[in-house]
């Protein structure tokens, strides 16, 4: 019988050999970017020409703890290898439209997939998610069994597992009555092209990595003044060029027993909203830079 639709308890996603569990969401496919061959004397193109290797792409949206802390920390886990240029295969599973997916079915495959980004979100009255985005050279579809079922025994946080520390105590008035929390890392991917070749013959990460950690909360009275002396003292020392590490600080997030951290993270901005009808708000972004074992900046992602 010939399939009329594809729904999601059909399907099952695998990153780097893991069935992730509480899956939301996958999109997949290629991006081509074409170039008009134009003329003078003549309207319309004569053609439109591929001149860059099509490249594609994978994100997945699951519920935090979708992927273990093995699975995806620092010891030879996904950001880690992803900060060190490692790609990891990439499946999604299809099964038969009327039962519950259970093993084998067609698939669609990206050999080697490059982590170009990651993010854990948490916030009040919603189950906190991560997501990730894969860049790669190819596509393929097939039939395999190599994907499993996912577990489903896997418990999941709640917005009272989702704890904050700001490390320091001019930046109180974020972790007090926080909203929402979203940690997040970006590595660029550079595909390398050469002459006699119509196709990327690899792409490559582009150095330095960043990762970001946004607070934002309720607004109250207690902190706001420690807050603000804390953002101009920094400022202060940096343009006298005294004490360069003052500005530093080791901040995490944590989600149902993991820790997202960042060490010797920098203020970028601060931010206070209100309006008519709506509580007031602060909000903070701190972030890092990452590049090799030298960096003065890193993210650790470590059981809490």
Do not use: C, W
């Not at 290629?30 to 860059?52: C, H, T």
């Not at 119509?198 to 330095?208: D, E, F, K, T």
Request: charged content about 15%; overall charge negative; cysteine-free.
């Amino acid at each position: 019988m010939a399939r009329n639709r594809v729904i999601y308890q059909s399907q099952a996603v695998q990153i780097n050999g893991n069935t992730v569990a509480g899956v939301q969401s996958v999109s997949y496919g290629l991006d081509l970017a074409r170039e008009e061959i134009n003329q003078f004397g003549q309207l319309g193109a004569l053609d439109r020409v591929i001149l860059e290797a099509p490249t594609s792409n994978m994100e997945v949206t699951y519920y935090a703890s979708g992927l273990t802390l093995a699975q995806l920390g620092n010891a030879g886990g996904l950001l880690s290898g992803a900060i060190t240029g490692h790609t990891f295969p990439l499946r999604v599973a299809l099964k038969s439209e009327d039962q519950d997916y259970a093993t084998g079915g067609t698939e669609v495959v990206i050999t080697s997939g490059y982590l170009t980004s990651f993010s854990t979100e948490a916030s009040v009255g919603a189950i906190p998610t991560q997501t990730m985005s894969f860049e790669g050279l190819d596509l393929t579809y097939g039939t395999s069994s190599a994907v499993a079922a996912p577990v489903t025994t896997r418990t999941f946080p709640l917005q009272q597992d989702v704890s904050i520390s700001l490390g320091s105590a001019g930046f109180d008035l974020f972790t007090t009555h926080a909203q929402s929390a979203t940690f997040s890392f970006e590595l660029g991917v550079e595909p390398l092209n050469q002459l006699g070749g119509a196709m990327a013959y690899a792409r490559v990460p582009s150095y330095p990595a960043s990762a970001t950690l946004a607070i934002e909360g309720l607004a109250v009275s207690g902190k706001l003044g420690a807050a603000i002396a804390d953002i101009n003292a920094i400022q202060q020392r940096a343009s006298t060029g005294t004490d360069v590490g003052f500005d530093e600080y080791t901040v995490s997030v944590t989600v149902g027993g993991v820790k997202y951290e960042l060490v010797n993270a920098s203020v970028d901005s601060v931010a206070f909203d209100s309006s008519i009808g709506d509580n007031a708000s602060a909000n903070i972004s701190f972030a890092s830079s990452i590049g090799g074992g030298s960096s003065r900046s890193t993210m650790r992602v470590v059981a809490a």
